[in-house]
């Protein structure tokens, strides 16, 4: 199965500002997704990832807050815009294989804001 | 429109004692997959195991089997003898291929404390 890089593994950020989360996939897929875990809570899917494409974002979540880039098959990022405490929570990317149905999860970005 | 039920919210046994995980799914799809995850503490999510909807038969492996029974739209999941490294969040999900498209949507999640 795939597996995946994401980082940073965690961040502290100050209210206001804005952080970029990398996934790096070791083979070419489709399909990827970003997922939002707030503390306590289950996965929330965000949006999901085409190469070539705009993004496709669930109800609730809008692109000026969580802009996302996919510009090949290996690779996206998930920007979370203009923070508030709120937005603490971990974010894990997530890539579907077409050849067996199943999905592979990065190891999460716990993201922080004071 | 696709759903996962996990009623418990929290489980505490004692280690060596059997649990079971239940989840409840809903899904118009005659062709879905099942799915279950464990979330350790590092926050990880640790792929447990894939079920296709044409696929009854239960799953062993090793200390953790699978019960799927189409006919009450349930999927658990049972760890015998439980050992303090067990304890994590446990999610089931679910991907129907029809209105849904491609996204997971996950249960609540089961939060399993196994106590020494």
């Known amino acids: 199965s795939a597996v995946i890089s994401q980082k940073p593994s965690r961040d502290i950020c100050q209210r206001g500002t804005s952080l970029t989360i990398q996934c790096q996939v070791d083979?070419?897929?489709?399909?990827m997704f970003w997922y939002r875990q707030q503390p306590g809570q289950s996965l929330t899917l965000i949006a999901t990832?085409?190469?070539?494409?705009?993004?496709?974002?669930e109800s609730g979540f809008v692109i000026d807050k969580f802009p996302i880039s996919r510009p090949n098959l290996t690779f996206s990022t998930l920007t979370v815009s203009n923070m508030s405490p709120e937005d603490s929570s971990i974010y894990l990317c997530s890539v579907r294989q077409a050849s067996n149905y199943g999905y592979t999860f990065g190891s999460g970005t716990r993201l922080t804001v004071v | 429109a696709q759903k996962v039920t996990q009623a418990q919210t929290e489980i505490s046994v004692v280690e060596k004692e059997d649990v079971t995980l239940d989840c409840v799914y809903e899904?118009?799809?005659?062709?879905?997959?099942l799915f279950w995850y464990k979330q350790p503490p590092s926050g990880e999510l640790v792929f447990l195991i894939r079920?296709?909807?044409?696929?009854?038969q239960n799953e062993i492996s090793g200390r953790y089997s699978w019960n799927f029974q189409k006919s009450t739209s349930s999927f658990n999941f049972t760890i015998t003898a439980s050992q303090v490294v067990d304890s994590a969040v446990y999610f089931c999900a679910l991907n129907s291929l029809g209105d849904a498209g491609n996204m997971l949507t996950f249960g609540g999640g089961t939060r399993l404390m196994v106590k020494p």
């Open positions: 083979s070419q897929v489709t399909m």
């Open positions: 079920r296709n909807s044409f696929d009854e």
């Open positions: 990832a085409n190469q070539g494409s705009e993004a496709t974002y």
């Open positions: 899904t118009r799809d005659t062709t879905y997959y």
